[in-house]
């Protein structure tokens, strides 16, 4: 409770504007004393006293009604006003030409902060991010290597406290990403639909502590899997898709029971958002909705992301279920047939690399969009701020703006806090 209200103190713009937030507030400062330089008419030899500086404020009022103010400058006695600034100079040597033709000049309407932020056509909020949390059965928070900022939370814990900092300002979705014990893992990945398992009983107990939390879970069977696939994998490697969208199934439900507000299949079989919305109905979620990983590539910038819960693939990879990187129409059939059997959102995967998959999607269906800023995308910006290679903080916000200028309704992004108190700070 004490958290909502602090965001609703600090934050309660439904949306900002990010690019030159900071030099947007000074422009609309020093526009306002501007603003109050008033030009009175007085008599010539009164002007001199009258010289009113920007900082002064109001110009000494002299008692005349506007009627008086008129007669006076249409009998000619023009009350003074600042002079034409001089024009400024050009360092020596710059060549002295005729000025360009041009009967358009994009750069006038970027001129100023005031009318950059004008004209700016996207923006970004703490109401846009879901944060993903990655959450074990330990005590203790364990950092990520490979993911410099992120750690394994104890779901009774540090878990907790980092939601609330999260709803502090005003990041009030997440997703959670569980490692789960090497000794419940199996080559059917029944710990996934384990009604008393990590993920339920976080789910539980959030909802138990914030219970407009709005919690999205993650639909698939390679944390729970011995062979680190999202699927059942068959004696010869195959990835069997219809026995593992009926685990699916159960995985989706035994989350929903939970508490769960979204769920989100994120392993790519075929046909497992329809049946997963059928298995839904038939207990009684109708409401909870589904969140698809329509257009999953198989990506090495998930590498952070499988160290983080110990997932990574046995053997071989994951290229007959997620897409190849190569292919862009392939993501429309997807996205049709998620369409077709019931998706509420549909998400792309990885983010920055497929902005072009991101706007194809935006352009051809109505639903949301989401994008994933994923853990190698998040890890290589991190690494280059720490290296001072880049400045962490702008590229972070760059990037995140970009995903939501392609296209993406809500973004998945292990910078939802960093950016959302960046967000905060601007105002
Ligand atoms: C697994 C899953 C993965 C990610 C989200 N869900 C990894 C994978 O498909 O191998 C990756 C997220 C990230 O890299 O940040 N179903």
Same mark, same amino acid.
Request: proline share 5%; with cysteine; net charge neutral.
């Given at each position: 409770m004490a958290t909502t209200s602090l965001f609703n103190v600090s934050c309660s713009f439904p949306s900002i504007k990010v690019i030159d937030c900071k030099s947007y507030v000074g422009g609309l400062r020093s526009n306002v004393s501007q603003v109050r330089i008033a030009s009175l008419p007085v008599a010539t030899s009164q002007r001199r006293s009258l010289v009113v500086r920007a900082s002064n404020g109001h110009a000494k009022k002299l008692g005349r009604s506007d009627a008086e103010c008129e007669a006076a400058v249409a009998a000619g006695d023009v009350p003074e006003a600042p002079p034409v600034p001089p024009k400024p100079v050009a360092p020596a040597g710059t060549p002295v030409i005729q000025p360009l033709n041009l009967n358009r000049r994009p750069r006038r309407n970027r001129a100023s902060p005031t009318v950059r932020a004008a004209f700016q056509e996207t923006d970004i909020s703490p109401a846009n991010f879901v944060y993903p949390l990655f959450i074990h059965e330990g005590e203790e928070d364990t950092p990520i290597g490979a993911m410099p900022g992120c750690y394994r939370l104890g779901w009774r814990h540090g878990l907790v406290e980092e939601v609330a900092k999260a709803r502090a300002v005003g990041v009030n979705s997440i997703v959670l990403f569980p490692k789960v014990p090497e000794a419940l893992k199996n080559p059917t990945g029944d710990e996934a639909y384990n009604d008393n398992g990590l993920v339920p009983r976080t789910i539980r107990l959030l909802k138990d502590k914030y219970p407009d939390l709005i919690i999205y879970t993650d639909v698939a069977l390679d944390p729970y899997s011995s062979d680190g696939h999202d699927g059942i994998v068959r004696e010869d490697g195959v990835i069997m898709n219809d026995e593992t969208v009926h685990q699916l199934c159960k995985q989706a439900v035994s989350q929903a029971r939970a508490g769960a507000d979204v769920v989100s299949p994120s392993d790519m079989m075929d046909g497992r958002v329809g049946a997963i919305r059928a298995a839904l109905d038939a207990e009684g979620f109708q409401n909870?909705?589904?969140?698809?990983?329509?257009?999953?590539?198989?990506?090495?910038?998930?590498?952070?992301?499988?160290?983080?819960?110990?997932?990574?693939?046995?053997?071989?990879?994951?290229?007959?279920?997620?897409?190849?990187?190569?292919?862009?129409?392939?993501?429309?059939?997807?996205?049709?047939?998620?369409?077709?059997?019931?998706?509420?959102?549909?998400?792309?995967?990885?983010?920055?690399?497929? &902005?072009?998959?991101?706007?194809? &999607?935006?352009?051809?269906?109505?639903?949301?969009?989401?994008?994933?800023?994923?853990?190698?995308?998040?890890?290589?910006?991190?690494?280059?701020?720490? &290296?001072?290679?880049?400045?962490?903080?702008?590229?972070?916000?760059?990037?995140?703006?970009?995903?939501?200028?392609?296209?993406?309704?809500?973004?998945?992004?292990?910078?939802?806090?960093?950016?959302?108190?960046? &967000?905060?700070?601007?105002?």
């Open positions: 909870v909705s589904i969140m698809s990983y329509t257009a999953k590539y198989a990506s090495s910038f998930y590498g952070p992301f499988r160290e983080a819960l110990d997932s990574n693939p046995r053997f071989g990879d994951k290229k007959t279920y997620q897409m190849n990187p190569a292919n862009y129409r392939e993501a429309l059939i997807e996205a049709r047939e998620d369409e077709a059997e019931g998706a509420d959102i549909l998400l792309v995967k990885p983010g920055l690399p497929y &902005l072009d998959i991101i706007r194809l &999607l935006r352009d051809k269906s109505p639903l949301p969009i989401a994008a994933y800023q994923v853990s190698g995308e998040y890890s290589m910006i991190k690494a280059g701020g720490v &290296l001072k290679m880049i400045d962490e903080e702008k590229v972070m916000m760059e990037s995140l703006m970009c995903l939501r200028r392609a296209g993406a309704d809500i973004i998945l992004t292990y910078f939802a806090l960093q950016a959302a108190t960046y &967000l905060c700070n601007q105002k």
